[in-house]
Each structure stands twice: as structure tokens, then as C-alpha cells.
């Protein structure tokens, strides 16, 4: 390990390591990923240092699908993808990209600052807005390196995801069940949702198609000294315009703020996005259609599998923001 790390140390100093001793931490993993930080002590022939670097480790394993799933981030790293980032957003700097025998290695910049509900309503609208800025730019300007990514989640996969999760809750007849102790206008939105899935879907197919994270949620965003760093990319690709955005509303994040957050991130989103490319023709967004297709079916599911009480009352409180989000004239 000592031999590893005195390339990546020389990688991001430009400096020949001559020693260095180590410790090593293990942070919370990507989708597929094994992330362990690495900190000590370098020493070049006229200074020492202290530093920290991240190793990220990816294998495949089982019948993952798509197949190359487990190496898409791996893949996205060596490819231009960071030359389109700017100084405000953009992903951790890497030093030492490897795949071998079928286990990526990813040596990586670590970024200590805040994330996941620590994230100020400030901090939400700055990502919304460059994530739109970013989706615009890559709109507008097709890059042909994009194109010629084939490793790549497809925009039907917000589909894929919805009716996956729908099957898994099985079927929803126990909402009408009189002994349901789900409060009645929760069970009645539920069912509202589920009679309306193709509907909706069919008005988010004709919008536009962007570039997207894949999994832009809170844990998913560090923000630094003004800096907003997404990290774990194993499930980018293609995506309707706004996914995104619905995650990083209603994927777990602060149900006291959801409904500011989608009012104020919707907003800097398409704000965003319009410096780049013409909008005015996307009167409805569908981004509430998405946090229902995505994230309705995700509660219910947890609802349902969940056996401590509290567990379930995060849920019930969950499905209330969703739909005061329903109900709210904006």
C-alpha cells in the first residue's frame, strides 16, 4: 500500500515521496463501492506533509444489470466528462483511476465538508441551480464524447424503478380496507398515484433528455467553501429533464423543508438551465410527477416491509409532505 500511495501522493503534488506512513478509515460506500480514507504523514527530501486521499474500490459481483454497471463510474473518470464541470460543481480531483481482474480502483480527492441534512436551504439552491446550469451546458452543447459513452442508464429507467418498487409493494387493496391505519387521505393519494402512473409517465416521455447524476441526494452532495461536489456517479446516464431535481427534493432529505426546497430548487433549476438552452416551452416540469413516481411507491414500500413502530411513522410523515406537496397551489 505504501508503494500505491507514494504514485497518488505524486500524482497531486507533483512531488517524488520518498516515505510516508499511513492510517486507513472506512467511509460510508457507494452504490457498489468499498471507500476507505486514507490519512498520515508524506515526506519528500526537503518537506513533509500531511494529507488525506480516498480510495474507492468497485467489483463486479453476481448478475448485475445492466451488465456494466459496476464500472460505469470507473469508466465516466477517464472519459471528458470533468473537463465540463466549472469551478462551483464538479466532482472530487482523481489521481489514479485502475481497473483490474474485473475491481476498479479510483484514487480520489477527499472533500471534508458538509452533506446529507446538514445541508442549509442556501446550500440546496446552489446545487439545483448549477446542477441546471451543468444539464444545460451538456444540452446545448452535445459534446460527442457523451454520445459515445455506451455504458450508460437509459431514461426509462425511472420507469424500470417505479413499476420494480409497485410490484414489490404488491397490490394496494388493504388502502381501502377500513382497518388500514394509514390516515385516509394518505391511502387516497396513494391510490390516486397508482391509478395515474401511465399518465404521468406519458407526460414525463416528452420532455427533454439530459445528462444526469443518476442519484443526486443529499449524502451524494458535499458543499466546501462556496464548491458543490458530487460524488458517486455508478448510476449515470440518460434521464428526463428534472430527475435529478425530485431527488435531491425528496430522497430522504429534511421534511420540515421539503415544500420550500421544491418552490425555491425548482426554481434556481430551470434558471439554471435557461442560460444555456430556451425553456419556454417546458410550462410543466413534471418534477412533482417524478418525486411521486419515484419516491410515493419508495415509502409506501418501506411502510409496508417496516417493523418498528417509529420507522413507520417516518413513513407516514413522509407520504404527508408528498402530499402537502399534491396539494399545494404554487
Not at 394496494?172 to 391505519?181: A, G, I, Q, S, T
Not at 458535499?222 to 461536489?229: D, E, L, N, T, V
Not at 418552490?263 to 417546458?282: K, L, M
Not at 409496508?304 to 407516514?316: G, L, R, Y
Amino acid at each position: 500500500m505504501i508503494e500505491v500511495l507514494k504514485i497518488v501522493l505524486k500524482k497531486k503534488t507533483n512531488q517524488d515521496i520518498i516515505d510516508l506512513d499511513y492510517q486507513a478509515r472506512d467511509l460510508p460506500g457507494g452504490t457498489f463501492g468499498y471507500v476507505t480514507l486514507y490519512t498520515g504523514t508524506a515526506r519528500t527530501l526537503k518537506t513533509e506533509f500531511p494529507y488525506q486521499v480516498v480510495l474507492k474500490i468497485s467489483k463486479q459481483y453476481g448478475q448485475m444489470k445492466p451488465p456494466g454497471h459496476w464500472c460505469r463510474e470507473y469508466e465516466l473518470f477517464n472519459s471528458q466528462l470533468g473537463t465540463t464541470f466549472s469551478k462551483s460543481f464538479r466532482w472530487p480531483e482523481v489521481y489514479l483511476c485502475d481497473l483490474y481482474n474485473n475491481v476498479t480502483y479510483i484514487w480520489m480527492e477527499y472533500i471534508d465538508g458538509i452533506s446529507g441534512n446538514a445541508l442549509t436551504s442556501e446550500m440546496y439552491e446552489q446545487a439545483a441551480f448549477h446542477l441546471g446550469s451543468w444539464q444545460g451546458k451538456l444540452y446545448a452543447e452535445k459534446p460527442a464524447f457523451l454520445s459515445e459513452l455506451t455504458n450508460l442508464y437509459q431514461p426509462d429507467s425511472i420507469m424500470g424503478v417505479c413499476y420494480m418498487t409497485r410490484s414489490m409493494s404488491q397490490n394496494l387493496r388493504f388502502l381501502k380496507h377500513p382497518d388500514c391505519e394509514l390516515p385516509k387521505h394518505l391511502c387516497q393519494m396513494i391510490l390516486d398515484v397508482d391509478a395515474s402512473v401511465d399518465h404521468k409517465y406519458s407526460r414525463i416521455q416528452k420532455l427533454p433528455v439530459v445528462f444526469s447524476h443518476g442519484d443526486f441526494w443529499v449524502t451524494n452532495i458535499i458543499y466546501q467553501k462556496g464548491i458543490i461536489y458530487l460524488i458517486d456517479w455508478e448510476v449515470a446516464g440518460w434521464n428526463y429533464l428534472g430527475d435529478d431535481l425530485a431527488s435531491l427534493i425528496a430522497d430522504e432529505s429534511d421534511l420540515d423543508k421539503v415544500l420550500d426546497h421544491y418552490q425555491r430548487c425548482t426554481r434556481a433549476y430551470f434558471q439554471g438551465f435557461s442560460e444555456h438552452t430556451d425553456v419556454i416551452s417546458i410550462k410543466d416540469h413534471c418534477v412533482l410527477e417524478m418525486i411521486q413516481l419515484r419516491f410515493v411507491y419508495k415509502s409506501i414500500l418501506y411502510y409496508i416491509t417496516s417493523e418498528k413502530p417509529e420507522d413507520k411513522v417516518n413513513q407516514i410523515n413522509t407520504l404527508q409532505k408528498f402530499y402537502e406537496l399534491t396539494t399545494k397551489d404554487f
